[in-house]
């Protein structure tokens, strides 16, 4: 049984129009995109060192009458495909085995640690605290503390931060209320939204949390290791979930239950494009990762299909890639551009344009950083990534993990 972090990295395959063992390729991509990139960060040396410190800046019918895709925003401009200039920073340094990145609206940004159970702050000189350490948290394998989301404050309700984390007997989400100011924040007793998620075996936990811009809740939910399950719309295994900030399953919901797709197997990114297009990220087994457009109430196939297979009655991914490039996790868009971190394959992924349908994608920094966790839109443009060496199942550079800040630039 594939999880999500034994597969070495090998080189990339004829998609890649970037790789650390082809700088010449990578300074021809740069010429044809008019950009002056500084390409050290693209180059694996063969010893990875620290790069440079600066501080941060099928439905049922009925349901499926309802079924309500995400709303499709009005951008006030045409999106435009961004691409990583080689410039890489480190944000942040010593953290121990993160899972998530949370950028607060209000200031401030939040990491959870999958090993610890703490949700620990940045701060804006890139040292570290502690905000709280999460209760009933179980390590081990690919469990603990995973994803995290922000719910804004509203009259009469505070701001929220939501954790979904591995439990003893299954997987729970909860919130906690959100206090303080950047530099200070702290976070209350933590209350159950929604327990119950099956765990399975120590893997397939998916743990991906994100307010989507209908306002719900979105979770990704493995299978566990369970398999069937995922093609059971009574089972939350192997689903992505779509709920109300209480726990509820949202209005509209394709089969009248938090259930909003199936046939995931180990889903770990969910991004929305500036079309209101929902994208996933996910981990296959021996053969495909994926990239998928998700649709309310499509089957993606586990574990009948995996990867692009043409069955009638399960939809296929938008993009594919061989096990030992990807085990792709978080995900994250910028401009027109998807930015995937990829675990195994030991690289940034990067698919455009994501609103009117991605071409082959390009590949940054492979195995300068090493294991890339997550990924997050940062200020004035720029990405910020998670590298995920402590775990266990890396091999940890002098500083790790840290948080990066990937300068990107658009590509025309």
């Not at 909860?174 to 159950?192: D, F, I, K, W, Y």
């Not at 290791?225 to 089972?235: H, K």
């Not at 910020?384 to 590509?411: F, H, I, K, Q």
Request: proline share 10%.
């Amino acid at each position: 049984m594939r999880i999500e972090s034994t597969r070495p990295a090998v080189p990339a395959t004829a998609t890649s129009s970037m790789t650390s063992s082809r700088p010449a390729a990578a300074l021809a991509l740069a010429a044809a995109l008019g950009l002056g990139l500084g390409l050290a960060g693209c180059s694996a040396p063969a010893e990875r060192t620290a790069p440079p410190s600066t501080p941060p800046g099928t439905p049922n019918a009925s349901a499926s009458a309802t079924a309500t895709a995400t709303p499709t925003p009005t951008p006030s401009a045409p999106p435009v495909v961004m691409v990583p200039t080689g410039v890489v920073e480190t944000i942040a340094q010593g953290l121990r085995a993160p899972w998530s990145i949370l950028r607060l609206p209000g200031g401030g940004t939040l990491v959870s640690e999958r090993d610890t159970a703490r949700i620990v702050e940045v701060n804006a000189d890139g040292s570290l605290r502690v905000a709280t350490t999460v209760p009933d948290v179980v390590t081990g394998a690919e469990g603990g503390l995973l994803g995290l989301a922000h719910l804004p404050a509203e009259a009469g309700s505070p701001a929220y931060v939501y954790a979904y984390f591995t439990a003893a007997s299954e997987n729970r989400i909860v919130r906690m209320p959100l206090t303080g100011a950047p530099g200070s924040l702290a976070l209350g007793a933590a209350e159950t939204v929604l327990g119950g998620i099956p765990r399975g075996a120590s893997n397939h936990q998916g743990g991906r949390l994100a307010f989507g811009p209908d306002g719900f809740l979105y979770a990704t939910v493995g299978d566990g290791g369970l398999r069937d399950p995922a093609q059971d719309p009574a089972s939350l295994a192997g689903k992505i979930l779509r709920m109300t900030p209480d726990g509820q399953p949202a209005p509209g919901n394709p089969f009248g239950s938090l259930v909003y797709s199936i046939g995931h197997r180990n889903p770990q990114g969910l991004a929305w494009d500036a079309t209101g297009a929902m994208w996933a990220a996910e981990f296959g087994q021996n053969t495909w990762d994926e990239l998928n457009r998700i649709e309310p109430g499509a089957n993606y196939g586990w574990p009948v299909v995996e990867g692009v297979g043409g069955v009638g009655g399960y939809l296929d991914p938008v993009l594919q890639w061989p096990t030992s490039e990807a085990s792709p996790s978080g995900l994250a868009v910028v401009g027109d551009t998807l930015f995937l971190a990829a675990l195994g394959g030991e690289r940034l992924l990067a698919a455009a344009p994501a609103s009117t349908g991605v071409a082959p994608p390009t590949e940054w920094f492979t195995e300068a950083f090493g294991r890339l966790r997550d990924v997050a839109p940062g200020p004035d443009g720029e990405l910020w990534v998670l590298t995920n060496n402590t775990d266990g199942r890396g091999s940890p550079a002098e500083g790790d993990d840290r948080m990066l800040r990937v300068r990107l630039a658009p590509a025309g």
